[in-house]
């Protein structure tokens, strides 16, 4: 079947079907990577009073989750890896 794709059309297919890889490491990293926002070194820096937990990503924050509390998403995450 791929092998009559034409050229340009086979990436499209191939960048369209690793994009639910991508998120699922991207939502799977943010239950991993998580630490509670109490031990995080802000150094002066204030997050949303909403944020349960925080991920350091290059210097800056990143939303965190927790895996007891969102379990459907991390069922997502499970889902898009497989």
């Known amino acids: 079947m791929l092998k009559q794709l034409k050229f340009p059309l086979i990436y499209i297919v191939e960048f369209l079907l690793w994009l639910p890889l991508l998120a699922g490491f ?11 926002i109490a031990t995080l ?11 349960e937990a925080a991920v350091l990503n290059h210097g800056r924050f990143l939303e ?17 890896w497989v």
């Open 64 to 80: 965190g989750l927790y895996l007891r509390t969102r379990m459907s998403r991390a069922g997502t995450a499970g889902a898009a």
């Open 26 to 36: 991207a939502i799977t990293t943010s239950f991993l990577a998580a630490k509670p």
């Open 41 to 51: 070194d802000l150094q002066g820096k204030s997050l949303p009073a909403s944020w």
